[in-house]
C-alpha cells in the first residue's frame, strides 16, 4: 500500500489529518454549502414562543363526603392536593376532544395555522399541529405542566390559561351529569319513601280513631280495670271493659304491625334523607378542580427556533454523511484497483 491509497482509502485514529487534508476541498465546499442551505431554512421558520401553566390536581372526594360527614380523615380534606392518580386524570381530561375542540374553535386555529378549509385531510393537519405546538406533562412533583408553542407571545400565554380553565368546567360537567343522575335516584326513593310513611300513619290514625292507641298498655290496664269490676260484681263495668277488650283484640295485631313497621321505616328514610341531602349538595355546590401554581404570560423571549443549533447540527450531519461517503467511495476504488 502506498502513501496515496493510505490518506485516501483507510480512515482510523492514526491518519485523521491526512484524510483531511486529501479531501479538504470537497469537505469546505459541503460545509459551506450546508452553512449556507441550513441558515436560509432557518431564516424561513417563524419564532415560536412558549407560555406555561403549572397546576396541581384537587382531591376527588365528593363534597358531601368531606363536609357533612360526621367523621373525617386526612383524605377527605378539600383543601389537600391530590394524588398521583388524580394527576394522571388530569391529563386524561386535558387530553380530551373537549377541550382540543374548544381551543381551536375559539382561537379560529385552522386559519391560523394557515390549513386550507377545502383541504381534505384538514382536521387531521390541525390535530396533529396542535399536539406539536401544545404539550401536557406530568412532573416528578406530581403537577402537570401545560405548554403551549405560537408565534404570537400572547396567543401562546392565552391558550395555556384557557386550557387550565377549561379543565375545571370539562371536569365538573362530567361530575354534575352524575350527580344530578344520583341526586334523582335517590330524590325518587325518599319521596316514594316519604308517601309510604303518610300511608301508614293514615292507617294508624284510622285506628287510633277505634281508641286503639298503645296496644299492650291498654290491654294490661283494660284487663286489670276488668279483674277489678269482676271483683266488686259490677256487671256494667264489665260490659264496657269486655267492649273495649275485644276492639282491642280485634285492631291490636294490626296496630303493632303498623307501628313496628313504622318504626323500621322512620329509620329507612332518616338515612336516604342524609343521603338526599349528600346528594343534593353533591349537585348543586361547584369547587374548583386544580390549584395554579403558575399562570402563564407571554414570553418575551422566543423559544424556537435557535437558529445557531440547527446551522451547527446540519452542518455536522453533512460533514459527518461526506465523510462516511469518502470512505465507502474510497474503498470500493480500492477494491476496483486491485
Same mark, same amino acid.
Given at each position: 500500500?502506498?502513501?496515496?491509497?493510505?490518506?485516501?482509502?483507510?480512515?482510523? @485514529?492514526?491518519?485523521?489529518?491526512?484524510?483531511?487534508?486529501?479531501?479538504?476541498?470537497?469537505?469546505?465546499?459541503? +460545509?459551506? /454549502?450546508?452553512?449556507?442551505?441550513? @441558515?436560509?431554512?432557518?431564516?424561513?421558520?417563524?419564532?415560536?414562543?412558549?407560555?406555561?401553566?403549572?397546576?396541581?390536581?384537587?382531591?376527588? #372526594?365528593?363534597?358531601? #363526603?368531606?363536609?357533612?360527614?360526621?367523621? #373525617?380523615?386526612?383524605?377527605?380534606?378539600?383543601?389537600?392536593?391530590?394524588?398521583?392518580?388524580?394527576?394522571?386524570?388530569?391529563?386524561?381530561?386535558?387530553?380530551?376532544?373537549?377541550?382540543?375542540?374548544?381551543?381551536?374553535?375559539?382561537?379560529?386555529?385552522?386559519?391560523?395555522?394557515?390549513?386550507?378549509?377545502?383541504?381534505?385531510?384538514?382536521?387531521?393537519?390541525?390535530?396533529?399541529?396542535? @399536539?406539536?405546538?401544545?404539550?401536557?406533562?406530568?412532573?416528578? %412533583?406530581?403537577?402537570?405542566?401545560?405548554?403551549?408553542?405560537?408565534?404570537?407571545?400572547?396567543?401562546? @400565554?392565552?391558550?395555556?390559561?384557557?386550557?387550565?380553565?377549561?379543565?375545571?368546567?370539562?371536569?365538573?360537567?362530567?361530575?354534575?351529569?352524575?350527580?344530578?343522575?344520583? /341526586?334523582?335516584?335517590?330524590?325518587?326513593?325518599?319521596? #316514594?319513601?316519604?308517601?309510604?310513611?303518610?300511608?301508614?300513619?293514615?292507617?294508624?290514625?284510622?285506628?287510633?280513631?277505634? +281508641?286503639?292507641?298503645?296496644?299492650?298498655?291498654?290491654?294490661?290496664?283494660?284487663?286489670?280495670?276488668?279483674?277489678?269490676?269482676?271483683?266488686?260484681?259490677?256487671?256494667?263495668?264489665?260490659?264496657?271493659?269486655?267492649?273495649?277488650?275485644?276492639?282491642?283484640?280485634?285492631? +291490636?295485631?294490626?296496630?303493632?304491625?303498623?307501628?313496628?313497621?313504622?318504626?323500621?321505616?322512620?329509620?329507612?328514610?332518616?338515612?336516604?334523607?342524609?343521603?338526599?341531602?349528600?346528594?343534593?349538595?353533591?349537585?348543586?355546590?361547584?369547587?374548583?378542580?386544580?390549584?395554579?401554581?403558575?399562570?402563564?404570560?407571554?414570553?418575551?423571549?422566543?423559544? %424556537?427556533?435557535?437558529?445557531?443549533?440547527?446551522?451547527?447540527?446540519?452542518?455536522?450531519?453533512?460533514?459527518?454523511?461526506?465523510?462516511?461517503?469518502?470512505?465507502?467511495?474510497?474503498?470500493?476504488?480500492?477494491?476496483?484497483?486491485?
Amino acid at each position: 500500500m502506498n502513501k496515496k491509497d493510505s490518506k485516501s482509502d483507510e480512515f482510523d @485514529s492514526l491518519n485523521v489529518i491526512y484524510f483531511i487534508t486529501y479531501w479538504w476541498k470537497q469537505l469546505a465546499i459541503v +460545509g459551506f /454549502l450546508a452553512i449556507v442551505i441550513s @441558515s436560509i431554512v432557518s431564516l424561513t421558520l417563524s419564532d415560536r414562543y412558549k407560555s406555561t401553566v403549572i397546576l396541581f390536581p384537587a382531591t376527588t #372526594n365528593s363534597i358531601s #363526603n368531606s363536609v357533612l360527614a360526621e367523621v #373525617n380523615t386526612s383524605k377527605d380534606d378539600l383543601l389537600r392536593f391530590g394524588e398521583e392518580e388524580d394527576a394522571e386524570q388530569m391529563l386524561q381530561i386535558l387530553n380530551s376532544n373537549d377541550i382540543r375542540s374548544r381551543i381551536c374553535e375559539k382561537y379560529n386555529l385552522m386559519k391560523h395555522y394557515g390549513i386550507k378549509d377545502n383541504d381534505k385531510l384538514k382536521n387531521t393537519k390541525l390535530y396533529n399541529i396542535y @399536539s406539536d405546538n401544545i404539550n401536557f406533562k406530568l412532573t416528578e %412533583y406530581m403537577s402537570v405542566k401545560i405548554d403551549v408553542l405560537d408565534s404570537d407571545p400572547k396567543i401562546a @400565554s392565552d391558550m395555556a390559561n384557557d386550557i387550565a380553565n377549561l379543565l375545571d368546567s370539562v371536569k365538573i360537567k362530567i361530575q354534575h351529569g352524575r350527580a344530578l343522575e344520583v /341526586l334523582k335516584i335517590v330524590e325518587r326513593a325518599y319521596l #316514594n319513601k316519604v308517601e309510604d310513611l303518610n300511608a301508614l300513619n293514615d292507617s294508624i290514625k284510622v285506628i287510633n280513631s277505634y +281508641g286503639v292507641y298503645d296496644y299492650e298498655s291498654q290491654t294490661e290496664r283494660t284487663i286489670q280495670q276488668y279483674n277489678i269490676a269482676l271483683a266488686k260484681g259490677d256487671q256494667r263495668a264489665m260490659k264496657a271493659l269486655d267492649e273495649k277488650l275485644q276492639v282491642l283484640a280485634k285492631y +291490636g295485631s294490626r296496630y303493632v304491625s303498623l307501628r313496628d313497621n313504622l318504626a323500621l321505616q322512620d329509620k329507612v328514610i332518616t338515612n336516604l334523607k342524609t343521603k338526599y341531602e349528600e346528594a343534593k349538595v353533591n349537585a348543586e355546590q361547584i369547587l374548583p378542580q386544580k390549584f395554579v401554581v403558575s399562570k402563564a404570560y407571554p414570553a418575551e423571549k422566543k423559544t %424556537y427556533p435557535v437558529r445557531w443549533l440547527i446551522v451547527l447540527l446540519s452542518t455536522m450531519s453533512s460533514l459527518i454523511i461526506t465523510i462516511i461517503i469518502l470512505i465507502i467511495f474510497g474503498k470500493l476504488t480500492k477494491q476496483e484497483a486491485k
